[in-house]
């Protein structure tokens, strides 16, 4: 590190060292750089030096340390205040400000301290003559830490009514603290209101909106407002992440995972930051964070994770419960410090009230997956949707008691006749309530049949052993029935030729049992649907013709029998139902994709219709695969959302992924972007739920991330497109998906002025796609990668990754690429070492690759586009030229710069006008640069001549707003030049 040998090499290592990140080495290098100025001898030397050192404790973790150099300046101040210029002055009185509110979040400060430089505060910025708003912000300050409301009320008016000056907060910060106030006082929709303008970008500053989007993750989620709260906490935590600052909004994010069903993010929040635990130089933030620390471990110690292993301070290992204890006793310990020096308990029952706070949601999908870190198990939904969907009568209410058999009895029949869901679960409890119960054979035989139904090896055995009992019950034909279940299940385990010779006899059995009226069509129906569900496992095994036709007269004669009986029996409409769909996927097996679709069409209105509307799920799902097939988008949509209403509750998480992404596709190639989002951020949760992330839940961000980038939501994709990365794999979702969501991230990155990660992000799947045939995406990439490395400062290696891009372009013949290429290397040359010289050669190039294809093109389509191209070149090579020239240099230099650059615009009239209209805008652009041009070489006459023609050319057409802002620039030309003409 080279020593300071002068003032103008001081401040440019502290603006150097002011743009390095938020941390203890930022701070030592300024400490480093104060001992440097105190060399010089130049007293303003050593005030901008401790300036920078206040500045850089500000915005860092050893915010204590301020208080030092502040002491400093303000002697220096008091005794030669004529070493102070006037930007030292201004900057002095600032920071009074920030020395209130540190003082405030040291409790070790006595409150007296506090109030008495509150006055000298008021004093001072009296005798400089700055209004009292600054004053009465900060008072405002110290009454709401301590609990003063009446005085904090007094203060915010006092505040508000006084006129802005300079020594006011920005308007970012001021609204931030105005909102922050109406969500302490209960008026969350006030506070969003008043934090609008910061959310929308109207007003920003070095940590606004990042402030606002922390704070008002909470009134969103009490407002029930819960997309906008995860948009915020996306956007936010990405603002806060890098800054050591942040760590009090740090904690509202982290509390925010604690409220919204978010443990696993919240912990990986936690392992981001683990100096957050320790750092002294805060203790207020520092209590912020233990308190939203102790509430996420609480989460989890009730959701049954408190021995979890989890992040925490260095120097052991922590389980959420031990975390929890070591967290609260900290930010209780905190608070009552604070407390004692307040001399009010305002403290401490706010943080006892932020460690007691319950969920607002019981779940919020985020997009974003929490890799590393268990996701809880959770307790059975409460929210007040899902108690809705648990008063729907086809769920069953809460069972009865375990002791009371034959109510249980009674209700599990009533789920079977129903085929409610769970009905299953109902049996269970009677096989568990009757162990050791002496009960009437017909009882014992439904038990046992039920028992066999839950399936495994042993249920071939258990449905046989049910065919014994109700046979012995006097019931021959759930005798039957049972026996084609026994069947059926031999068929399941892959013995489809014993399962049709295990079928055969209850089927002739049933048929005549059931013409003698010795049994109900409700038993003749279970065994001919045991017969063809054998059948159809035949078809699956084999495929033959002979298969085929078998099954299909199986499934009509199934219908034939059940037609006109089914009533109210949901039981018999549900074998109807079934029979459609059976023949639906004959004729799917057979070609018939037409009417395979109007039949499962047919069985999920018959399933619907019976009542029955989760069993048309798994049918809307094949007909939504059909119609897609069959380009019928419309009836794929319809059949998807078919399927998710039905489903409901019951369908399970990988079903619900699966629907979800399917519907999202659709919808987003239709363009209907913020739905298509919807379904793809509810397919990527369900995805993380069903054990799918890393493939299923990966695609789904992958998708969501595009969405999200398509509705200029930047910072929320890129937060889900970084998520999705890393599961992103050539095998399972091919490299297409890595290399675009690479490109998404990177534009994304892009317009968040990330330049330097974006170029890694375009230059990673730029690799990619280098191998691929085609080389047309590896070209743009290339490109698009070049223009991010010379916007993120990097000129050098921008040229080069230029260079790359033009030789692919001049291998795929892209002429119009190579010359884009070509030109932004003579741009980026003036900020190299090739100066000057390399950029006339590059643009020289450009123009000869530009005549050269304009001579050889065929069609008059080619030969517009590229004398479009030669047009822009020669433009762009006027401005180049006359950008170059130096203010500093001498008057004949810059002459004969802009008589060069006068030339090139002069080229790019000609080439613009031989285009007709389709050059029109294009010309007249270059006439005005050229005017200016005219104008600084002291020809008023001739720009005054080039401002008439631009009027002129848009005497017909000026409606068009970028007509009439060319018109406005040559009517501002045109009376500047008619001032200067002589006479």
């Given at each position: 590190?080279?020593?300071?040998?002068?003032?103008?090499?001081?401040?440019?290592?502290?603006?150097?060292?002011?743009?390095?990140?938020?941390?203890?080495?930022?701070?030592?290098?300024?400490?480093?750089?104060?001992?440097?100025?105190?060399?010089?001898?130049?007293?303003?030397?050593?005030?901008?030096?401790?300036?920078?050192?206040?500045?850089?404790?500000?915005?860092?973790?050893?915010?204590?340390?301020?208080?030092?150099?502040?002491?400093?300046?303000?002697?220096?101040?008091?005794?030669?205040?004529?070493?102070?210029?006037?930007?030292?002055?201004?900057?002095?009185?600032?920071?009074?400000?920030?020395?209130?509110?540190?003082?405030?979040?040291?409790?070790?400060?006595?409150?007296?301290?506090?109030?008495?430089?509150?006055?000298?505060?008021?004093?001072?910025?009296?005798?400089?003559?700055?209004?009292?708003?600054?004053?009465?912000?900060?008072?405002?300050s110290v009454a709401a830490h301590v609990g003063d409301l009446p005085r904090a009320e007094r203060a915010y008016a006092a505040w508000l009514a006084a006129d802005r000056d300079s020594m006011a907060d920005c308007h970012a910060c001021e609204l931030h603290s105005q909102g922050w106030w109406q969500a302490e006082r209960g008026a969350d929709a006030e506070a969003l209101d008043l934090w609008r303008p910061v959310l929308e970008g109207e007003f920003t500053c070095a940590h606004e909106p990042h402030t606002v989007l922390a704070s008002s993750l909470g009134p969103l989620l009490r407002l029930g407002r819960l997309d906008e709260a995860r948009a915020h906490h996306l956007r936010g935590f990405r603002l806060v992440r890098p800054m050591e600052s942040m760590r009090g909004a740090y904690a509202d994010h982290v509390e925010f995972c604690a409220l919204t069903g978010n443990e696993a993010r919240g912990l990986e929040l936690l392992a981001e930051r683990p100096a957050y635990f320790t750092d002294s130089g805060q203790p207020r933030s520092r209590m912020d964070f233990m308190a939203a620390v102790a509430l996420l471990m609480d989460r989890l110690t009730v959701l049954g994770m408190g021995s979890q292993s989890v992040p925490g301070p260095a120097g052991r290992d922590w389980t959420a419960r031990e975390l929890?204890?070591?967290?609260?006793?900290?930010?209780?310990?905190?608070?009552?410090?604070?407390?004692?020096?307040?001399?009010?308990?305002?403290?401490?029952?706010?943080?006892?009230?932020?460690?007691?706070?319950?969920?607002?949601?019981?779940?919020?999908?985020?997009?974003?997956?929490?890799?590393?870190?268990?996701?809880?198990?959770?307790?059975?939904?409460?929210?007040?949707?899902?108690?809705?969907?648990?008063?729907?009568?086809?769920?069953?209410?809460?069972?009865?008691?375990?002791?009371?058999?034959?109510?249980?009895?009674?209700e599990a029949r009533r789920m079977s006749d129903g085929l409610l869901p769970n009905a299953m679960e109902a049996w269970a409890a009677v096989s568990r309530?009757?162990?050791?119960?002496?009960?009437?054979?017909?009882?014992?035989?439904?038990?046992?049949?039920?028992?066999?139904?839950?399936?495994?090896?042993?249920?071939?055995?258990?449905?046989?052993?049910?065919?014994?009992?109700?046979?012995?019950?006097?019931?021959?034909?759930?005798?039957?029935?049972?026996?084609?279940?026994?069947?059926?299940?031999?068929?399941?385990?892959?013995?489809?030729?014993?399962?049709?010779?295990?079928?055969?006899?209850?089927?002739?059995?049933?048929?005549?049992?059931?013409?003698?009226?010795?049994?109900?069509?409700?038993?003749?129906?279970?065994?001919?649907?045991?017969?063809?569900?054998?059948?159809?496992?035949?078809?699956?095994?084999?495929?033959?013709?002979?298969?085929?036709?078998?099954?299909?007269?199986?499934?009509?004669?199934?219908?034939?029998?059940?037609?006109?009986?089914?009533?109210?029996?949901?039981?018999?409409?549900?074998?109807?139902?079934?029979?459609?769909?059976?023949?639906g996927e004959l004729a799917t097996r057979a070609g018939d994709l037409s009417g395979a679709a109007d039949l499962f069409a047919s069985a999920t209105e018959a399933f619907v219709a019976a009542g029955l509307p989760w069993f048309a799920v798994e049918y809307e799902a094949r007909l939504a695969g059909l119609a897609h097939h069959l380009g019928d988008v419309a009836g794929a949509e319809r059949a998807l959302r078919g399927a998710l209403e039905h489903g409901g509750a019951y369908l399970e998480a990988a079903g619900q992924a699966q629907l979800n992404l399917q519907l999202a596709e659709i919808l987003g190639a239709r363009d209907e972007v913020a739905e298509a989002a919807d379904h793809a951020l509810e397919a990527a949760h369900w995805a993380d739920e069903a054990g799918e992330g890393p493939t299923l839940g990966a695609w789904a961000r992958h998708l969501l991330g595009g969405f999200l980038l398509r509705q200029g939501r930047w910072a929320e994709a890129a937060e889900v497109l970084e998520s999705a990365l890393p599961d992103l794999g050539a095998e399972t979702h091919g490299d297409g998906a890595m290399v675009q969501t690479l490109w998404w991230l990177a534009d994304c990155l892009s317009e968040l002025g990330e330049h330097r990660e974006s170029a890694e992000r375009r230059l990673k799947a730029a690799e990619?796609?280098?191998?691929?045939?085609?080389?047309?995406?590896?070209?743009?990439?290339?490109?698009?990668?070049?223009?991010?490395?010379?916007?993120?400062?990097?000129?050098?290696?921008?040229?080069?990754?230029?260079?790359?891009?033009?030789?692919?372009?001049?291998?795929?013949?892209?002429?119009?690429?190579?010359?884009?290429?070509?030109?932004?290397?003579?741009?980026?040359?003036?900020?190299?070492?090739?100066?000057?010289?390399?950029?006339?050669?590059?643009?020289?190039?450009?123009?000869?690759?530009?005549?050269?294809?304009?001579?050889?093109?065929?069609?008059?389509?080619?030969?517009?586009?590229?004398?479009?191209?030669?047009?822009?070149?020669?433009?762009?090579?006027?401005?180049?030229?006359?950008?170059?020239?130096?203010e500093d240099a001498e008057d004949g230099a810059i002459e004969a710069a802009f008589e060069e650059a006068l030339a090139q615009m002069t080229k790019a009239i000609a080439v613009f006008a031989s285009l007709g209209e389709e050059g029109l805008h294009g010309r007249t652009g270059a006439e005005l640069a050229a005017g200016w041009l005219e104008a600084d070489l002291s020809r008023p006459a001739e720009a005054a001549a080039r401002a008439r023609g631009v009027l002129s050319a848009y005497a017909e057409n000026a409606d068009a707003d970028s007509a009439q802002a060319r018109r406005a620039e040559a009517e501002q030309m045109l009376q500047l030049m008619e001032e200067q003409e002589p006479g």
């Open positions: 590190m080279s020593e300071i040998k002068d003032f103008d090499a001081l401040r440019e290592a502290m603006a150097l060292n002011g743009e390095q990140p938020e941390g203890p080495a930022r701070n030592a290098r300024a400490e480093q750089l104060l001992a440097e100025a105190e060399k010089l001898n130049i007293p303003l030397a050593v005030i901008e030096a401790l300036g920078h050192q206040l500045k850089a404790y500000n915005y860092s973790s050893e915010k204590d340390k301020m208080f030092v150099p502040f002491a400093r300046l303000l002697r220096m101040w008091d005794e030669r205040p004529e070493d102070f210029d006037e930007y030292e002055v201004h900057t002095l009185h600032w920071v009074f400000k920030w020395m209130t509110s540190g003082m405030l979040d040291q409790p070790h400060i006595p409150l007296a301290s506090i109030e008495k430089w509150l006055g000298e505060m008021e004093h001072r910025y009296r005798l400089a003559g700055h209004s009292e708003r600054a004053v009465r912000g900060a008072e405002f929890a204890a070591h967290a609260r006793e900290e930010a209780l310990s905190l608070s009552a410090r604070f407390d004692t020096r307040n001399g009010t308990p305002y403290v401490g029952e706010d943080v006892r009230a932020r460690m007691a706070r319950s969920p607002l949601v019981d779940r919020l999908p985020l997009g974003v997956r929490a890799s590393g870190v268990p996701a809880p198990r959770r307790p059975p939904v409460t929210s007040p949707m899902e108690s809705a969907k648990s008063a729907d009568p086809r769920t069953p209410p809460a069972p009865p008691l375990p002791d009371d058999l034959p109510a249980l009895l009674a309530a009757a162990e050791g119960v002496e009960l009437p054979v017909a009882d014992r035989a439904e038990i046992v049949d039920h028992r066999a139904m839950e399936g495994g090896p042993e249920g071939i055995a258990l449905f046989e052993r049910a065919a014994e009992l109700y046979a012995e019950a006097g019931d021959p034909g759930e005798s039957l029935a049972a026996r084609a279940r026994a069947a059926y299940a031999r068929a399941l385990e892959g013995d489809i030729d014993a399962a049709l010779e295990a079928v055969s006899e209850p089927y002739e059995e049933v048929l005549a049992l059931y013409s003698d009226e010795g049994t109900g069509v409700r038993q003749a129906a279970a065994v001919l649907m045991g017969r063809a569900r054998i059948l159809m496992r035949r078809v699956e095994e084999t495929g033959t013709d002979r298969a085929l036709a078998a099954a299909e007269n199986a499934v009509r004669e199934l219908l034939a029998l059940v037609d006109g009986h089914a009533g109210d029996d949901v039981r018999l409409a549900s074998r109807g139902a079934e029979a459609q769909a059976m023949l990619i796609a280098r191998h691929w045939p085609e080389q047309q995406d590896h070209a743009t990439l290339a490109h698009l990668a070049a223009e991010s490395l010379g916007q993120a400062g990097l000129p050098a290696e921008a040229d080069r990754a230029y260079e790359r891009a033009g030789d692919l372009w001049r291998s795929l013949g892209n002429v119009h690429g190579l010359v884009r290429a070509l030109r932004a290397r003579a741009w980026l040359a003036l900020r190299t070492e090739s100066g000057l010289p390399g950029a006339r050669l590059r643009m020289r190039d450009a123009i000869g690759e530009c005549a050269q294809a304009l001579s050889e093109a065929d069609d008059l389509e080619s030969r517009e586009q590229l004398g479009a191209e030669l047009a822009h070149t020669h433009r762009q090579f006027g401005d180049l030229l006359a950008r170059s020239a130096a």
